[in-house]
Nanobody, 125 residues
Framework: DVQLQASGGGLVQAGGSLRLSCTFS????????VGWFRQAPGKEREGVSC????????YYANSVKGRFTSSSDYAKNTVYLQMNNLKPEDTAVYYC??????????????????WGQGTLVTVSS
């Protein structure tokens, strides 16, 4: 079974940084894409970034481009989301999810099958 677990959320001041981690298991193929999604209170879930494990190709939503960076360490079965220059509007519960064989540029078009629990990121102004 594919399993994912997100961690690393917390409270940070605007302009600060956090690094989220997503530990995964059960990837039996080399074409998985791990995506980061977030959902703020009263808002729809938003695809933030994703990374293809096999070749490191990435995608970023315009709202985080230039501030967030996705990376992976396959030896540690972990994907990271480095978040810099955080803004109050980044406050949300962040989730990691996995799907096979998708084009990272179109992450919002896919229904990711595997989800981890969320981790709360709160950015104070």
């Amino acid at each position: 079974d594919v399993q994912l677990q997100a961690s690393g959320g917390g409270l940070v001041q605007a302009g600060g940084s956090l690094r989220l981690s997503c530990t995964f298991s059960g990837f039996t193929h080399n074409d998985y894409v791990v995506g980061w999604f977030r959902q703020a209170p009263g808002k729809e879930r938003e695809g933030v970034s994703c990374i293809k494990i096999s070749d490191g190709s990435t995608y970023y939503a315009n709202s985080v481009k230039g501030r967030f960076t996705s990376s992976s360490d396959y030896a540690k079965n972990t994907v990271y989301l480095q978040m810099n220059n955080l803004k109050p509007e980044d406050t949300a519960v962040y989730y990691c999810a996995a799907e096979r064989a998708i084009d990272v540029q179109y992450m919002d078009l896919y229904n990711f099958d595997y989800w981890g629990q969320g981790t709360l990121v709160t950015v104070s102004s």
